[in-house]
């Protein structure tokens, strides 16, 4: 029976749907089929049938993710998707990505969603990530969606 995994998502700039873009092909040749979801500028909320997992850069206002810089911007219409007939109910677990250049603050939204939501922080990747971590993190969502089924 052909696998199926399900991919929720935020691209802004391209970054994110790189990656996803690459992960797919990458588990396809496993057999594996991806269906994501970038919800960019995507107001048509709906429930999500299928148990997922969650990719977020993480978008910040300015300071050090510490005292201040922990309010996210850019990327709240991805928790209005989650919060929608509950389907955070249905993420097994988010990946979080950022810049490390911004130090404590790289991928800290999606830790901050993590406990929000009480769903784990499975793993993180910088930008477009190497092809290292879409094999490491092709692994990952393999395993980890074969518990959610
Ligand atoms: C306004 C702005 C704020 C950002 N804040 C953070 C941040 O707090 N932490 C972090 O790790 N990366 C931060 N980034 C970097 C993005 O998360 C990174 O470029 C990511 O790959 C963007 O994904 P996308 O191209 O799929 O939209 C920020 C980028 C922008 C434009």
Redesign the pocket.
């Known amino acids: 029976m052909t696998k199926n995994v399900y991919i929720l ?11 996803v873009q690459r992960l797919t092909n990458h588990l396809k040749e496993q057999g594996i089929i991806v269906h994501s979801l970038n919800v ?1 500028d995507n107001f048509n909320f709906r429930k999500l049938e299928h148990p997922f997992i969650t990719i977020l ?5 300015g300071g050090n ?1 510490r005292q201040n ?1 922990c309010h996210e ?3 709240p219409i991805l928790s209005h998707w989650l919060g929608y007939a509950d389907n955070y109910h249905r993420c097994y677990g988010i990946i ?7 130090n404590r ?5 999606a830790k901050q969603y993590a406990r929000r939501f009480k769903f784990p922080y499975l793993t993180d990747f ?3 990530g190497s092809e290292q971590d879409v094999q490491r993190i092709a692994n990952l969502i393999v395993e980890k969606s074969t518990e959610a089924e």
Do not use: M
């Open positions: 998502y935020i691209s802004l700039s391209g970054n994110t749907h790189n990656f960019k850069p993480a978008f910040l206002d993710g810089g911007i850019l990327s979080g990505s950022g810049n490390r250049n911004f603050q790289f991928a800290l939204t910088e930008l477009r």
